[in-house]
């Protein structure tokens, strides 16, 4: 079994993809199907599924015991965190500290690499989690929880597009181990989660996908501008930025 495999679908991607985006308790997988981590990108929006639901069921059991809508988002959000390791919390601060706080591609990549977190990264994640526990706590109060599964998934689905469409900045990490996802491996995620998402917020879901493509366009033209290209950090950004402008939009409709 070669990195890139050619076989585009495996029932074993699943459980990488899990094992790749989730800190949940997994049985191990046999070494071989690690070979197929940039094939295995079409199940990324399943990873966002399974950490999403057992985030939604949190943030319903809050509902049904009556605590306030925004108390309740913040045991979904902190449910999210915990259930994903916080690694795409990292990634944003890390992405915020290097492109804005180095002035070489070089300097900007130690920077990220660095495992202190500086004003822009403490900023950063300030400001989302804030904008991210409120716009979830807009829809828990009307009952459209299903937006919330929605973001998870869609905002998973265009990291494999990152990672396709730009070059590894650096040629270490995990974005470099995870390879270069094929363009039936990138559709795939993208025909699962946006059909999902429309599904499950009906048109509104049209504007949120929009907004989430729209902000991992523009993080992706500034890391190839600043860094040269994607890396995990750069990865983890783009989920949590898309994740909020999805819930975002959502939460503009309602």
Known sequence: MQKNDTNPFSLWDIPLALVLLTRLPLPRLPEPVFKRQAQAAWAFPIAGLA???IACLVGWLAIVFHLPPF????LLVATLIMTTGAMHEDGLADTFDGLWGGFTAERRLEIMKDSQIGTY???ALVFSQLAR???VATILATGSIWAILAACMFSRALMPVLIASL???RKSGLSHSVGTPGAISVS???GLAAPIAVFLCGGAAITAIFSAASVAAIL????RKKIGGQTGDILGASQ????IAFLLAISAQI
Not at 220 to 223: Q, R, S, V
């Open 121 to 123: 990264g403490v900023l």
């Open 133 to 135: 526990v409120s716009a």
């Open 167 to 169: 070059p590894n900045a």
């Open 71 to 74: 108390v309740a988002a913040a």
């Open 240 to 243: 949590q930025l898309a994740e």
């Open 51 to 53: 950490v999403g639901a």
């Open 188 to 190: 795939m995620s993208l």
């Open 220 to 223: 992706a033209l500034t890391a």
